[in-house]
């Protein structure tokens, strides 16, 4: 079983390195053709409710608000929220799944109004709630989005004309923090304006929301173009549209800059929206983004100087996407710190790199590209998974602060306001 497995995914590989469209699903026996078996509808329609059921050898299905589900019973057994089961109070599963029988079967299924009972072989009970069965099932999450956004170019993002979010309602509402980060969540940059111009001062706008994320860069850090560092952000260079830390195997979630003073000439941030560019290419050519889905690729950054010695490397796609609904969350873009492609055969590195220059051409597409000059007291929030950054070169002193913040933390201070994220 398992070589069969195995084997299975290793031609599944090979198709899509040589260009087949690949969808990683294992192929189920059909039980149906084993065991044919004369199979009976439910049907209750009711004025309000409209509900189709079928008990299948080795499925559950149901038609119920628009849609066809189908549940395997070790899921339905799986998911009992009776009190034996389950614990209510804290979300946490009481039942041992391993004692479940993978070939369990309910013994009768009845609804009643909205509830639909199985009593398993030993006499147990599992009621589930239709509202529930839609909510939680593959068929439903295939059709929602886990996190709504607005793709933006300069226009579109210019014309939304986001407000910014004053440091006071920041720190002291829950109101202008639930506001900001609404805007954070659909944009995947947000500004909070009159930050008196400190490093303390930006910490506790991190510490508003998150934790802050801790890393080889330090947890606040501050920085100038002396040369500190063995990177190029510590210089007065251009730096072309990048995200950070492609070389974490989690790379930061959130970016937060604080321009506390620039005496000279250009510095100006660039922002391109990741996803608006991955969208196009996805239009353009779907086989391309689907590539840029599936080829892992490293980044490193290998750093000596002073006493700074790291060596770190991360391995992901470019573009990672959910598998079930296909939906983009991470794009991971530093053509500075991509590492030598050594994992991937010649003739798919090929099609890699044709699928990355249409990328990059979306990426630098002057139309999709937003300036900004940062300012004291005005605070940029970029969320690092999504929107990339760069800047243009610049002369005299600048000092910028800032830190990553860890993305749960983030979310999770999105969701306790009440917000989809
Ligand atoms: C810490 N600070 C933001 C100043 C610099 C981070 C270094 C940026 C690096 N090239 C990267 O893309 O990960
Ligand atoms: O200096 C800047 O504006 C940004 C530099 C940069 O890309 C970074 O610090 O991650
Ligand atoms: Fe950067």
């Known amino acids: 079983m398992w070589c069969h497995r195995l084997s299975h995914l290793?031609?599944?590989?090979?198709?899509?390195?040589?260009?087949?469209?690949?969808?990683?699903?294992?192929?189920?026996?059909?039980?149906?053709?084993?065991?044919?078996?004369?199979?009976?509808?439910?049907?209750?329609?009711?004025?309000?409710?409209?509900?189709?059921?079928?008990?299948?050898?080795?499925?559950?299905?149901?038609?119920?608000?628009?849609?066809?589900?189908?549940?395997?019973?070790?899921?339905?057994?799986d998911h009992c929220r009776s009190a034996s089961c389950y614990n209510s109070k804290t979300h946490q599963r009481s039942l041992d799944t391993a004692s479940v029988d993978l070939c369990i079967k309910p013994k009768t299924i009845r609804l009643d109004e909205t509830t639909l009972f199985f009593t398993w072989p030993d006499g147990h009970v599992t009621k589930y709630d239709l509202d529930w069965l839609v909510r939680n099932s593959y068929e439903g999450q295939k059709q929602k989005v886990i996190q709504p956004r607005i793709l933006w170019n300069a226009e579109i993002y210019q014309q939304a004309q986001v407000p910014s979010v004053d440091f006071q309602s920041f720190l002291e509402t829950n109101e202008g923090l639930k506001?900001?980060?609404?805007?954070?969540?659909?944009?995947?940059?947000?500004f909070v304006e009159n930050v008196p111009p400190t490093q303390e001062h930006t910490e506790k706008l991190a510490e508003r929301?998150?934790?802050?994320?801790?890393?080889?860069?330090?947890?606040?850090?501050?920085?100038?173009?002396?040369?500190?560092?063995?990177?190029?952000?510590y210089t007065k260079l251009a730096l072309d549209r990048h995200t950070d830390t492609t070389y974490f195997?989690?790379?930061?979630?959130?970016?937060?800059?604080?321009?506390?003073k620039h005496e000279g000439t250009g510095?100006?941030?660039?922002?391109?929206?990741?996803?608006?560019?991955?969208?196009?290419?996805?239009?353009?050519?779907?086989?391309?983004?689907?590539?840029?889905?599936?080829?892992?690729?490293?980044?490193e950054y290998i750093e000596n100087v002073g006493e700074c010695h790291n060596h770190m490397i991360g391995v992901g796609p470019v573009l990672n996407i959910y598998p079930w609904n296909k939906e983009l969350y991470l794009i991971r873009y530093n053509n500075y710190d991509r590492a030598v492609i050594n994992t991937v055969p010649y003739d798919v590195v090929h099609r890699w790199y044709t699928a990355h220059r249409t990328l990059t051409i979306e990426l630098r597409r002057p139309e999709n590209e937003f300036w900004v000059k940062l300012k004291p007291g005005r605070v940029l929030f970029i969320d690092n998974w999504r929107v990339l950054h760069g800047r243009e070169?610049?002369?005299?002193?600048r000092q910028l602060c800032g830190c990553y913040l860890t993305r749960d933390d983030v979310l999770n201070t999105a969701r306790l306001l009440g917000l989809q994220a």
Request: with cysteine; proline share 3%.
């Open 267 to 299: 510095g100006r941030t660039l922002l391109v929206d990741g996803f608006y560019a991955a969208e196009q290419v996805l239009q353009k050519a779907p086989e391309e983004f689907e590539l840029l889905t599936k080829v892992p690729l490293k980044h």
């Open 249 to 260: 195997q989690e790379p930061c979630g959130i970016q937060v800059f604080h321009c506390l």
């Open 393 to 397: 070169s610049f002369t005299g002193y």
């Open 10 to 77: 290793q031609s599944k590989l090979q198709n899509l390195l040589r260009g087949g469209v690949t969808y990683w699903t294992f192929q189920q026996p059909s039980f149906k053709s084993l065991f044919p078996l004369a199979i009976q509808w439910h049907h209750t329609a009711s004025k309000s409710l409209n509900c189709n059921w079928q008990q299948h050898e080795d499925h559950f299905e149901l038609q119920y608000a628009n849609t066809v589900m189908r549940f395997d019973y070790v899921w339905l057994r």
């Open 179 to 190: 506001n900001f980060l609404q805007n954070f969540l659909l944009y995947g940059i947000a």
């Open 209 to 233: 929301i998150s934790l802050i994320r801790e890393t080889i860069y330090g947890r606040m850090w501050y920085f100038t173009s002396d040369f500190s560092r063995g990177d190029t952000a």
